[in-house]
Every structure is written in structure tokens, then in C-alpha cells.
């Protein structure tokens, strides 16, 4: 199967995607009465990150996260290195959501922004006691910090939670928001997004934390849902670029090897076509996330079209670092930075997201980019032979992203590009 669909997805390139701005069945989807907007993680006040974890609490005192573990692993070949990767995780985190929602109607699952944690994820507030808990001890891995750090799974046999870092006590670099600008710059379809994430951020992230996150039954882990509802963050904003072409965009290769559409049911257990879960504000899609309310300025959450004079960035020093950039990088890396039309949805150089620890209901004043660090960005790490093999990976689209992220990094090194990133 993997390397059928690789082939098949090379061979697609030339075949016109599905763009149907209102497709058979989709006016059979409401909109939503009620719209939950999910935040990055450490925004949340106390009182939010209490109710999030406390619900969280009560799906693993009743088997949901052991459940997630198991359905996740069970249908793991179809939903990685194929189309229904983006859509399929779509559905998956909002069924988590729903559940939570039965035990606190308030809650939404927050998102994690790991890019600004790229230089040195190890140190982020995330993977502190306060939030999600730390790297595993002792030769079982166990974490014994953050809320889940008591839990106990039976699937696939009795175990702790386990993560264990890929250099030790730390963290190999991750995807930086520099590239992931990029490849929201850069991908024209849906199968460009759809695999530039799920090969860049979504993968290095898993990888790297170990334990049950490099594992098909990874849900175990509570890190995944706020990584994935980031990935979805990042299709989400995607589509908002341009959503009268965008929102029903899709392309690429289905779990069988022929080509995606928006009639393609999603995997799992479920009939639903793919097209059930590209608009957000409609049928069970009721979320959005604070980035697009933010650029939307109001509009509703449905990836409607908008008056793009919205969607003008007020300047600040990340993207006007990068703005300063030599043309021909520019052109090569930032398309839209180029030409003069970006939309803020597709810039992760908008603003630097709060470092500070979860629940932290202060001020925070963001950290001054590091001068000593001009010129030295690091280039994230690759993702190893068992993990593409087990994420049915494409190793042609894999090895051009890594290409395509070293060169970026060299590019801005040479340019002696100066990140806020780096501290």
C-alpha cells in the first residue's frame, strides 16, 4: 500500500483537483448555533486549563482515552500518508471534543503553537508539571509530572504514561513557524498541505517525544490532541485564505489508492463523506479557532468570503524580519511576502505566541530576539526509517520537505536573518 499510493501520488500531479464550492449534500449541513473557539494552550486562564484537565480526568476514568488508543491503532495505515490524513484527524479531534463537552459543555481542546517551542522544545511550558508533564524516568519511561501523570492504560496492554525525549533529557529542534510560513505560502492544493504537514511538524513532534507519542495508539498521550488540534489549526487557517476555493478543496490519494474527492468516506467505523468536515461553523464542524476569529474581524466562523482589507497584519518586528529578506529568498520561500498579498492566516510570523506557564493569569512581555543568535538557525530534525514506515510515508515527499527545510534554514542563515524565535 505504501508504495502503491506513492506512486499513484506522483502520478496525480497532473490530474485537476476537486474544488466544489458547494457540493451534492453539503446543503443538508447547518450551521452551527453554537461555536467553541479552541486557543493555544497557553493563553488559557486558570480556570480554563482546570476545566479542560478535569474533563480530560473524566474520559480517562471512563475508558475514552484507552478507546481513542485502540480506534486510532486499528485504522492506522488509512489515515497516515495519504489524503485522509488532514480530514480524518479533523473528525477525530472534534469527536474527542464532543466527549470532553459531555463532561464540561465550556470546554474546547486548546491547541499547542510547538513551532516557537522549536529551538528548544524541551524547555517549553507545555512539557512542564503544569501542563502536560515532562519527558519519562526510569527504564519504563514513566511521567511522573502533569495531570495524566497517574495514569494507567490497558490497550494495548497495561502500561504508565511513557514518553522518552530522542536526545536524552532534551529535544532535537522542531519545525520552526519560519517554515511552516512557508509551506502555508507555498501549497496551491489540498495534497500539498495535507503532506507538508503531516511530514514536517505533525511528524518531528511525535517522533521526538517518544513513548506512546511514536506509537499508532499515540491519543494515549494528552500532548496528542493539543498537537493535532494545531495541525488542524494550521489546515483551517489554510482554508480560510481563500475559502471560496479552498473550503471544499481536495485532491491526492485515498486510503485505496484512487483519488480522493469530497465523496470519500471517512475511515473509522464511518460512512460520512470527506466533505462533512471541511467547513468549520457547519454540521458537526462547530469550532474555530482564535487565530481565524481574530482575522475575520468578526465574520462568522464558516470560512466565508470577506473583505481581505481584514486580513492586513499590523507590523511587527517577526514579519517585518522576515519582510527584509533578499528578493530572489522571498520568491523562493514566501510567495505571498513577495508579492505583496499576504493574509495574516498564512503567516505564523504574526505574533509571538505567550511562553509562559499554562494558567498564568499575568502580563506577559515576550522575549527580545537574541543578537548572538543572528545567522544560527538550526535545522529541524529528520524523521527515521521506523517512523516513516510506520506512518506509511511517501520517502520521495518526505526527503523533498527535509530539502526543502534545509535550504530554507541555509538561505536565512547566509541572509543572517535574525529569529525572535531563538533565545
Known amino acids: 500500500m505504501k508504495i502503491f499510493g506513492c506512486i499513484v501520488g506522483l502520478a496525480l500531479l497532473s490530474v485537476q483537483v476537486s474544488c466544489l464550492k458547494s457540493p451534492p449534500g453539503a446543503e443538508t449541513l447547518t450551521a452551527c448555533t453554537n461555536i467553541a473557539v479552541r486557543k493555544e494552550v ?43 490524513f488532514l480530514v480524518y484527524h479533523r473528525a477525530l479531534t472534534r469527536d474527542y471534543e464532543k466527549i470532553l463537552r459531555g463532561y464540561n459543555p465550556s470546554v474546547s481542546v486548546p491547541y499547542w503553537n510547538s513551532m516557537v517551542d522549536y529551538q528548544k522544545p524541551d524547555t517549553s511550558a507545555v512539557l512542564s508539571n503544569t501542563g502536560v508533564g515532562g519527558n519519562g524516568q526510569g527504564d519504563g519511561g514513566c511521567v511522573n509530572t502533569g495531570f495524566a501523570s497517574t495514569w494507567e492504560y490497558s490497550y494495548p496492554s497495561k502500561h504508565c504514561l511513557r514518553r522518552k525525549y530522542n536526545n536524552g533529557t532534551g529535544i532535537s529542534s522542531w519545525y520552526s513557524p519560519e517554515f511552516v510560513t512557508h ?28 513513548g506512546e507519542m511514536d506509537t499508532m495508539y499515540s491519543p494515549e498521550d494528552p500532548a496528542f490532541w493539543i498537537h493535532h488540534a494545531n ?20 485532491d491526492g490519494v485515498a486510503p485505496d489508492g484512487s ?7 471517512l475511515v473509522g467505523g464511518t460512512s ?36 481581505v482589507q481584514k ?19 522571498l520568491e523562493k520561500f514566501y510567495p505571498s511576502f513577495a508579492n505583496g498579498t499576504v493574509n495574516p492566516l498564512e503567516n505564523e510570523m504574526t505574533s509571538l505566541t505567550p511562553l509562559h506557564p499554562i494558567g498564568y493569569d499575568g502580563t506577559f512581555v515576550p522575549r527580545s530576539p537574541n543578537e548572538e543568535l543572528r ?6 530534525a529528520k524523521l527515521t526509517a521506523e517512523w516513516k514506515n510506520m506512518q506509511n510515508a511517501c520517502e520521495e515527499e518526505v ?15 547566509k541572509a543572517n536573518y535574525l529569529s525572535p524565535y531563538l533565545f
Open 42 to 84: 497557553r493563553s488559557l486562564t486558570s480556570a480554563e486549563w482546570s476545566a479542560y484537565t478535569e474533563a480530560a480526568k473524566a474520559a480517562y476514568n471512563d475508558k475514552w482515552i484507552d478507546w481513542f488508543g485502540y480506534l486510532h491503532d486499528r485504522i492506522a495505515m488509512p489515515i497516515h500518508g495519504n489524503s485522509m
Open 183 to 210: 509551506i502555508l505560502q507555498s501549497s496551491v492544493k489540498y495534497s500539498d498541505i495535507c503532506a507538508g504537514l503531516e511530514n514536517s511538524v505533525h511528524g518531528v513532534v511525535h517522533l521526538s517525544l517518544a
Open 231 to 250: 495541525i488542524d489549526r494550521l489546515f483551517s487557517q489554510w482554508q480560510a485564505v481563500n475559502p471560496d476555493e479552498r473550503t471544499y478543496l481536495i
Open 259 to 265: 483519488v480522493m474527492t469530497l465523496n470519500t468516506p
Open 272 to 307: 460520512k463523506p470527506a466533505y462533512t468536515v471541511m467547513r468549520l461553523g457547519y454540521g458537526d464542524m462547530c469550532y474555530t479557532y482564535d487565530t481565524i476569529e481574530k482575522a475575520t474581524a468578526g465574520d462568522d466562523a464558516s470560512l466565508l468570503k470577506r473583505d
Open 311 to 329: 486580513c492586513i497584519p499590523r507590523p511587527n518586528p517577526a514579519t517585518e524580519a522576515i519582510k527584509q529578506l533578499p528578493v530572489h529568498v
Open 375 to 380: 545567522g544560527k538557525m538550526p535545522v529541524p
Open 399 to 413: 526527503k523533498e520537505l527535509e530539502d526543502r527545510a534545509c535550504a530554507m534554514v541555509e538561505a536565512l542563515n
